[in-house]
């Protein structure tokens, strides 16, 4: 139980265009989802948690205007990379999280290359 | 708030090999603690965590931890090493009881099994 599904699990896109990246939860309601992103050789950074039916949260330096989040449903949640550029090529992971869980189940993961 | 420190970027062991993977916590209250295991592309997988309790936790593939609070410590240990166990390992704190929220990554140690 508690799988999350993430997709694509890479993608190369041209600089310039967007690109959505699925976080869905196979079979538990996540209450919460959250966004990370990994540069090589470097630990995960939180970009955004997103609760379902309401704005995103986002860190610190995080773009909230290139990276769009929407959490419309209690098993998807979708980062849009918008006007991408070759620096926002990484490794994105997201999480997942529900009320009486003890703690958060991760995607697959996501390497996106922007050319 | 809290951080969490991987002093080893990369620990080498031979197979069937003792391996332990250190990892350090700062904070100035109670925190939870995790360990996550990374493949190649791949997301985390949870190997262990210490809500409460026993201080000496036992997790997937063989793995066991130790928290210890005077030494801020949480290391990782396995008595045998196997190929398989070649992959970037992630500790991770958090204060959130959840495991979910706020949560802080170490950099990561990778282990390398040497046949």
């Known amino acids: 139980g508690a799988v999350v599904s993430q997709h694509p699990s890479w993608v190369i896109c041209k600089s310039g265009t967007s690109v959505k990246i699925e976080c869905r939860s196979l079979d538990f309601q996540a209450t919460t989802m959250f966004w990370y992103r990994q540069f090589p050789k470097q630990s995960l950074m939180l970009m955004a948690t997103s609760n379902e039916g309401s704005k995103a949260t986002y860190e610190q330096g995080v773009e909230k205007d290139k990276f769009l989040i929407n959490h419309a449903s209690l098993t998807l949640s979708t980062l849009t990379v918008t006007s991408a550029h070759p620096e926002d090529s990484s490794f994105y992971i997201c999480s997942a999280h529900y009320g009486r869980a003890t703690e958060a189940f991760f995607g697959q993961g996501t390497r996106l290359t922007v050319v | 708030a809290q951080s969490v420190t991987q002093l080893d970027s990369q620990v080498p062991v031979f197979e069937e090999a003792p391996v332990e993977l250190r990892c350090n916590y700062s904070?100035?209250?109670?925190?939870?603690l995790f360990w996550y295991v990374q493949y190649p592309n791949q997301g985390l997988q949870l190997l262990l965590k210490y809500l409460s309790g026993s201080t000496l936790v036992k997790g997937i593939n063989g793995f066991e931890a130790e928290f210890n609070k005077s030494q801020t410590s949480f290391h990782l240990r396995k008595p045998s090493v196997h190929i398989s166990d070649t992959a970037e390992y992630f500790c991770?704190?958090?204060?959130?009881?959840?495991?979910?929220?706020?949560?802080?990554f170490g950099t990561g140690t990778r282990l390398t099994v040497i046949p």
């Open positions: 904070s100035s209250v109670s925190v939870y």
């Open positions: 991770a704190v958090t204060i959130d009881q959840t495991g979910a929220n706020n949560l802080f």
